[in-house]
């Protein structure tokens, strides 16, 4: 007898965190090697794609999809470690915008090629079509998800 669709929504949940937390580990330990972290690398990508203007701290907590407390503790480390500085926005002195730095953009320049690698490597027991599949089939879970 076939499973029914409740094993089968169990184990498909079971399936895709043991899958995250695989992926998780695997990001946190290669991170590491560049004293950074997920969120941190995540924040910078966010910035670098944003240019030179920067992003507003709410918008980039939107963005990461992170509170407001949980953006500013990150953007505090990352000024800390030179990573990013902050401005006052010109146009409305209340906002207040996180810019990349150079150092930033040195380093990412740095992991970007080797984070590519590792996510290639780390798929490639996929082929193509596989991996169409899964971006296919996870966009229509989080818009299932999106609508509970």
Do not use: W
């Not at 907590?61 to 992170?66: D, F, H, P, S």
């Not at 500013?72 to 146009?91: C, F, N, Q, S, W």
């Amino acid at each position: 007898m076939p499973p029914d669709e409740g094993y089968l929504a169990v184990r498909a949940v079971i399936e895709l965190t043991r899958t995250m937390d695989l992926l998780e580990d695997l990001l946190a330990r290669h991170f590491a090697h560049f004293n950074l972290s997920q969120p941190k690398f995540n924040a910078l990508m966010e910035l670098y794609h944003a240019g030179e203007q920067g992003l507003p701290l709410s918008e980039l907590g939107q963005r990461m999809l992170v509170s407001r407390a949980n953006i500013t503790g990150l953007v505090d480390r990352l000024e800390r470690d030179g990573l990013v500085v902050r401005v006052v926005d010109p146009k409305d002195r209340r906002v207040i915008r996180a810019q990349i730095t150079p150092r930033a953009v040195q380093l990412l320049h740095g992991v970007l090629p080797l984070h590519n690698d590792l996510i290639k490597r780390a798929t490639s027991c996929l082929n193509r079509e596989e991996k169409e599949t899964l971006i296919r089939l996870l966009v229509k879970l989080q818009q299932g998800l999106d609508k509970l």
